[in-house]
């Protein structure tokens, strides 16, 4: 008798965790004008509950939901010319999200500051926000170059992206394996070319320059997952003490730092370039790069 009554808990239970604990994610790729422009993107629902809270936790969340985004990325490839000798491409990526969860909860409402909430919720800047990418390129034999705003991506590892370091992350709204590069990196305006020799290893020769498109690592907003908690500093007003003129101060330290790191941010200025290289070959069945990145940080 308790085997019947269990098991229908125990699909529930399963049933909940592949709904609210994997992304749905629904791929298209459209071809269109003979094939000269590609479409392809992602649209994907994502959600959190919690199992459980603290005591603290509760005057903060009135409901377990902590996490619950629809996002979108459309990326699309025009090819102007390609006969055989040149090859010129245009590539252009934007994303969107819109997250939920403060709806289902009065008490996160009520916590999130104002400016958090906005930031959180929907994309506010198209340039740092939506504009993912948008860069040309010229491939011509073993040459090829790009120039635009590009992510770049050094590396095959799915979590510990080590030599990652030419876009600086924006962790606001998850972290890798949550979601993918194109919507955790922040795309760069960069000028990249690349050798395809044919000397033993196959050496591919990499050269990037940023003439000063800088961008600060982004974290996560309080009171939000996977940011920190709302109680604290926030409560006690220590960010006055700190900086008592900035705007929004009554927030909490780390909300405070984060809106502190925009504000004093260089931004685009060419003493803020950047710039290196990396080779890369295969010898001996191994897979090998070396890489050289000169950075402000």
């Known amino acids: 008798m308790k085997k019947i009554i269990l098991f229908p808990i125990y699909i ?14 629904a791929l298209a790729e459209i071809p269109l004008l003979d094939d000269k422009l590609i479409l392809n993107g992602f649209v994907k629902e994502v959600a ?3 199992t459980g809270m603290t005591s603290r936790d509760k005057q903060y969340y009135s409901n377990n939901l902590a996490y619950l985004q629809t996002s979108a990325l459309l990326e699309a490839l025009y090819t102007v010319k390609d006969d ?9 990526g934007v994303k969107y999200w819109w997250q939920k969860a403060r709806y289902f909860d009065n008490e996160m409402e009520r916590t999130l500051d104002s400016h958090d909430k906005r930031e959180w919720e929907l994309p506010r800047d198209w340039d740092e926000d939506i504009l993912t990418e948008a860069y040309a390129t010229l491939e011509k034999g073993p040459f090829e170059l790009r120039v635009g705003k590009q992510i770049v991506v050094w590396g095959s590892l799915d979590l510990a992206q080590v030599t990652d370091v030419v876009n600086a992350p924006d962790f606001r709204r998850g972290y890798p394996g949550i979601n993918t590069w194109e919507e955790i990196k922040q795309g760069a305006w960069m000028i990249r070319a690349f050798y395809q020799s044919e000397l033993p290893g196959d050496l591919l020769f990499e050269v990037i320059f940023n003439p000063g498109d800088y961008h600060q690592i982004r974290l996560q907003q309080e009171a939000t997952w996977p940011g920190t ?5 926030r409560r006690a007003g220590a960010v006055w003490a700190i900086d008592p003129t900035y705007p929004g101060a009554a927030r909490g330290i780390y909300s405070w730092l984060n809106q502190k790191w925009t504000r004093d941010e260089p931004g685009f200025n060419t003493s803020n370039w950047e710039g290196g290289f990396r080779i890369r070959g295969f010898t001996y069945s191994i897979d090998w790069t070396f890489i050289y990145w000169n950075a402000l940080q």
């Open 229 to 233: 908690s709302p109680y604290g500093p």
């Open 84 to 92: 055989g000798d040149m090859t010129i491409r245009l590539f252009a």
């Open 12 to 25: 529930f239970i399963i049933f909940s965790f592949i709904i609210l604990f994997t992304q749905q994610t």
């Open 48 to 50: 959190y509950y919690r």
